[in-house]
C-alpha cells in the first residue's frame, strides 16, 4: 500500500484525502538550544543515500494546514504560519522517512523543509530541515522542490 493511501485509511474517508492532498508542517520546539545540541550528522551512510533521516532534537513538531485556512501556502512556502496545525512530533532516534524538500521558513539559518512520515509514531507533515540530523541544508537524493507527497 502506498504511503498516500496509508495516509488515507488511517484517517478514513474524502476528508482524509482532502487532507493527503493539501498536507504541510513542521518545526520544532527544540527543548536542546541548538548551541547544546549534538553536532549535526548524518546517522550512518546508508541513511545519507536514502531517505531515512531522524532529527537531533526533542519534541520536533511536524506541521500541516489541515482546513488550508492559507490555501496552498503551506506546500509552497512551509512555515509555522502557513501550516498552522501541529499533526505529531519527533524525537531524536525516530525513523523519518523523507519524501521532498523544498524551501520555506528560514530556521536555524536553513532555509530548507522537509515532508517526512514518521515510522516511529504513524505521524506525517512538514518539519523544518534545520532539525534534521545531517550536516548540510539540502538532504542528498530528496527530491526538491515539492508540495508534499
Known amino acids: 500500500m502506498t504511503t498516500a493511501l496509508r495516509r488515507v485509511a488511517r ?5 482524509a484525502l482532502l487532507g493527503t492532498l493539501l498536507l504541510g508542517a513542521g518545526t520544532a520546539s527544540a527543548q536542546t ?9 548524518a546517522v550512518s551512510s546508508e541513511q545519507a543515500a536514502g531517505s531515512l533521516f531522524t532529527t537531533w532534537a526533542t519534541d520536533v ?28 512530533q519527533a524525537q531524536p532516534g525516530d525513523q523519518l522517512e523523507v519524501h521532498c524538500q523544498t524551501l520555506g521558513q528560514t530556521i536555524g539559518s536553513n532555509p530548507y523543509w522537509v515532508f517526512v512520515d514518521n515510522h516511529t509514531r504513524g505521524t506525517y507533515g ?5 532539525f534534521i540530523a545531517h ?10 522542490p515539492c508540495m508534499g507527497p
Open 33 to 41: 538550544s541548538p548551541a547544546t545540541a549534538p553536532a549535526r550528522q
Open 61 to 88: 513538531n511536524l506541521r500541516n494546514d489541515l482546513k488550508r485556512v492559507n490555501g496552498w501556502a503551506c506546500g509552497e512556502s512551509p512555515s509555522t504560519t502557513n501550516c498552522p496545525d501541529v499533526t505529531g
Open 126 to 130: 512538514w518539519m523544518a530541515s534545520y
Open 11 to 15: 484517517l478514513g474517508g474524502s476528508a
Open 135 to 144: 550536516p548540510d541544508n539540502k538532504l542528498p537524493g530528496v527530491p526538491s
